[in-house]
């Protein structure tokens, strides 16, 4: 549809003539005119000489937050191990792979470059004979100040060396109580089985779901997922056991049920040392934990920092070619059936193209998020077979079904009973586990140069890898014109509202103010907050009426493109698993927004400041970093750091892994020499940024201001 807005000057007919019973010039003639004109305005002529066109109402991009994210993690599903065709493909990119993954888990500096001699100091606190085997109670440190409680499970007269398992617990809240069965039944197979608990439940606890079930967001921006802690412990439980001379160090294997199925994943696509892999209901697709929303249900330990846009099946193929068996329960609301499916025949390319699909298996089985004696039989089947070990195959359901194991009390297979140390640092490993980016110390303008092109480089690769490859065409619509637009200001101000589309999916809005009489063109964008009407952002700015241009820009999730409150946390999660934030996303709006206003009005405005709030002053710092052609900020109420925990779930200004490049006060500082104005008092940490700029002499152009009416755009 297209409005055409007439001349009114044609047609000097007014309301009143037209509705008023007492005028008595109203003729039927004039009537007939009126409807002629109304006709006209309706239907349009869009190229008539003396009407102006303009498309409003008219969008091409769904603007919806769901159906963006829908996409992109089909994306990342559909194009996960897409281009491995041949053997010497995934040799060619596996080391790589290898490497990403290992960053991705934030466990770099944890590993040893061949994960072999490893020793892990633990101590024995008890013991426990069983009939047949008995159980080693211990403690290992995996982190400096981290201790993790263990029961392993030991036959009794061994003949040479024996196989062993690393069982990795789920969610369970009794750890290695509630799954001690697994336990027991390997260790009556020959089995030496180190069973360990997690780092959220059971004797001592910290925390897993940061983002899940509080608001822990600042943990994406760390780069840190409660799922590495998970996997330097495997890693562990591996060294203690490979420190056993009883343990034959080929013929190591792993698994476990949910929480433990996804770990089992990420220990064996990075220790080697695993030899046979049995996860069980843990791992699926992003296309569907998204698509199909089980991510609200998934803990956060259950995905890597999302870098570099995997899906799980990235992970299956470091495993590959080892013998990889997966159970998967056919009624999970964890996990989605055909999903599973899609993840495996997936991971079923690398095996094929190393000709050991025999190698690798999916067991589907009935039922819930749990267990079946479908895959209690075909787990310990699978392990015997890979591992020769001399021990009876279970044939019948009735095998198990029969079988009777002990059940050990929570005080029996305690490791500390009361006495945690006083040192344990589960409570706080997400504040120490993985590095921050140290301070700068820059003496010259070189140096900063230098040290801020390297964030610039580092931010695309680590946290911006998301932003579209390609851009794609403006296809600007000019939605709305008028004149004297804004009244309150008392001055002569033409408004325009445009739409253009930033990437697909969506088409943002900006409404551009300006002062036709003024000569230079100065242009303040300000970013609309998200929770604030485009009548509460002009005001924020009105004192500064006609001195310059000013466009109100709305951000995705900002106006018309907002979502609902109850979406908060689904969002902010879900754009985390797709190697994206919400901050990233206007960001890149943002970056759009710039190259719009430079292209559509032929850089008629040669100085551009961003003025925004609260949360929304990272996506303007960010932007006018990454442009690198900003000259002035207006800031209100800017956040103090990244490494803040939100206040509440609206607040999104985390972005991947941006805490190991740099913080909000080293980046107001490596804006250097943009104007950084504060409206009143800006935060205590920035203080670093204003001493940089006085250090290389524009100390004036970081400076608080009283209000926005002392802002200006040139210093």
Known sequence: MRLVIMNPSLYQIKIQDMYNP?????????????????????????????????EYNLCDQSNDIVTHLNRVSAEITNNSLSKIKTRDDWEQVRSQYYRNFVEMMGIEEFLNDKLTNRKVNYKLVGKIQMDGYHIQKLWFESFPGLHVPANVYIPNNIVGKAPAIVYLNGHNSLQKVGYQSHAHRFAKCGYICNIFETLELGETQGIHRGEQFHNNFNWYSRGYSSGSIELINSICAVDILCQMPQVDTNRIGATGISGGGAYSFYLAAVDNRIKAVAPVCGGSTLESHIGQRTIDQACDCMTPTNTYLWDYSDI????????????????????????????YGKIKTIYDIYNNLDQLSLLVTPGAHAYHELSLVNIINFFNKHFNNGASNYDKLADIDKEELPVLSEEELSV???????????????????????????????????????????????????????????????????????????????????????????????????????????????????????????????????????????????????????????????????GRTVASMRIYDTLRCLSFIRNYFNNAYTNISIGA??????????????????????????????????????????????????????????????????????????????????????????????DVSQFVTEF
């Not at 004039?30 to 066109?53: C, D, E, M, P």
């Not at 002062?515 to 929770?531: A, E, I, Y």
């Open 613 to 706: 709030s609260n949360e929304m002053c990272v996506v303007a710092m960010y932007t006018a970093l990454m442009d690198g052609n900003v000259q002035n900020l207006l800031m209100m109420n800017p956040p103090r750091s990244q490494d803040t925990v939100s206040e509440n779930l609206g607040e999104s200004f985390e972005i991947l892994n941006s805490l190991q490049i740099i913080d909000l006060p080293q980046l107001a500082g490596a804006l250097y020499p943009i104007g950084m104005q504060f409206v009143g008092e800006y935060p205590s940490s920035y203080e670093w940024a204003k001493q940089l700029y006085k250090r290389f002499g524009y100390e004036n152009k970081f400076c608080k201001i009283k």
């Open 316 to 343: 299956g193929a470091l495993i590959a070619p080892r013998p990889m068996l997966i159970a998967q329960a056919d009624k999970d609301w964890y996990f989605s059936l055909d999903a599973v499916k899609k993840m």
């Open 416 to 578: 500390f009973g009361n006495n945690i140390p006083k040192n344990d640092i589960h409570g706080v490993i997400q504040d120490v586990f993985t590095k921050k980016a140290s301070i700068p110390t820059l003496n010259s303008i070189t140096e900063l140069t230098k040290y801020r092109d390297n964030v610039k480089e580092k931010l695309l690769e680590k946290s911006f890898l998301a932003f579209p490859e390609d851009t794609i065409p403006f296809n600007v619509k000019h939605t709305y014109s008028a004149e004297n637009a804004d009244k309150p200001w008392r001055i002569y101000v033409s408004l325009d509202e445009y739409t253009f589309c930033t990437e697909k999916d969506w088409r943002l809005k900006i409404t551009l103010y300006r002062n036709p009489q003024k000569t230079k063109r100065d242009l303040l964008v300000l970013l609309k907050h998200p929770t604030e009407t485009t009548k509460e952002a002009l005001k924020r700015v009105s004192p500064l009426k006609g001195k310059y241009d000013i466009a109100i820009f709305e951000t995705r999730g900002v106006g018309d493109t907002g979502w609902n409150s109850s979406l908060d946390r689904f969002v902010r999660r879900a754009a985390a698993w797709t």
């Open 22 to 54: 007492i005028n008595s010039k109203v003729t039927m003639n004039k009537t007939k005119n009126i409807r002629y004109i109304l006709l006209l305005f309706f239907i349009g002529f869009a190229n008539s000489s003396w009407g102006q066109t303009y």
